[in-house]
């Protein structure tokens, strides 16, 4: 089963934000197409746009609601011009509740996979502001995150 979605640009492609967390730091994120945003592993006390960016590594990419930047307070501090990885569409992993099949869902497609092809990818999910805010704050505490963990429990997914 192949399911299709039509992607749609934002005009918010390549704009930055800076996540505020409990201890009066900042870390980063990149607006890419549509509503995936990819997060860094950067932590600052200035909400100023790091040097290089895009050249840091990344912490993870995941759908984040319309909307929840505001909602969850991140200060858009700029825009930055994207190239390779950042204007391609991530790719997710896709399992139905209540099926054992496995997707892989990139571009607005989600194409048959085996667990193995699957294994490693982010989940495919939409996340909001005060869910992101605490799977940042146990990606920094070297903690996996609750959340993840828990849908793919609920999902019957290895973790």
Same mark, same amino acid.
């Given at each position: 089963m192949v399911v299709e979605k039509k992607m749609r640009h934002s005009g918010n492609l390549g704009k930055v934000y800076a996540v505020p967390l409990g201890d009066k730091s900042f870390t980063f994120c990149v607006n890419c197409i549509g509503q995936e945003f990819t997060f860094f592993d950067y932590l600052s006390d200035s909400a100023t746009i790091?040097?290089?960016?895009?050249?840091?590594?990344?912490?993870?990419? *995941?759908?984040?609601?319309?909307?929840?930047?505001?909602?969850?307070?991140?200060l858009e501090i700029g825009k930055v011009e994207l190239d390779g990885e950042f204007l391609l569409s991530g790719k997710f992993l896709h399992?139905?509740?209540?099926?054992?099949? &496995?997707?892989? &869902?990139?571009?607005?497609?989600?194409?048959p996979a085996s667990l193995s092809e699957v294994k490693?990818?982010?989940?495919?999910?939409?996340?909001?502001?005060?869910?992101?805010?605490?799977? @940042?704050?146990?990606? &920094?505490?070297?903690?996996?995150s609750s959340a993840v963990l828990a849908?793919?429990?609920? @999902?019957? *997914?290895p973790v």
């Open positions: 790091p040097d290089l960016l895009l050249g840091l590594p990344i912490a993870f990419r *995941i759908f984040v609601g319309k909307g929840e930047p505001k909602h969850g307070k991140w399992k139905p509740v209540g099926s054992d099949e &496995y997707f892989i &869902y990139q571009d607005g497609k989600s194409n490693d990818l982010e989940l495919f999910s939409v996340w909001f502001s005060e869910h992101v805010r605490k799977r @940042l704050e146990e990606y &920094y505490d070297g903690k996996k849908i793919k429990k609920h @999902l019957g *997914i």
